[in-house]
């Protein structure tokens, strides 16, 4: 599976941004599909994933109610839709597939697209 990620860039607190992850290649649609997040000096932890099949999502606690991830099935794309940034959102996000992986382990996710930032000010 080969992943494209855009939609990045810098934004106030209290603002709204929407990422894009268009992905191709075989059977991608029997993936999970997930987005992560790297600040500075910091892991790589997990935001949200959802299942491109029954499209069943899973948040991080610090995202609920915030984001939202859905599928565009036209388009092959998983969007994250990003609402009420925080400046501690601040970070490379990634998206990513797997076949099986266990919602929040980026160990288990086979493919990954590049990094785009976002940036949100106080």
């Known amino acids: 599976v080969q992943l494209q990620a855009s939609g990045g860039g810098l934004v106030q607190a209290g603002g709204s941004l929407r990422l894009s992850c268009a992905a191709s290649?075989?059977?991608?649609?029997?993936?999970?599909m997930g987005w992560f997040r790297q600040a500075p000096g910091k892991e790589r932890e997990f935001v949200a994933a959802?299942?491109?099949?029954?499209?069943?999502?899973y948040y991080a606690e610090s995202v609920k109610g915030r984001f939202t991830i859905f599928i565009d099935n036209a388009k092959n794309t998983v969007y994250l839709q990003m609402n009420s940034l925080k400046p501690e959102d601040t970070a490379v996000y990634y998206c990513a597939a797997g076949i099986s992986p266990t919602w929040i382990d980026p160990v288990g996710y086979d493919s990954w697209g590049q990094g785009t930032l976002v940036t949100v000010s106080s």
């Open positions: 290649g075989r059977n991608f649609r029997s993936y999970t």
């Open positions: 959802i299942r491109w099949f029954g499209s069943t999502t």
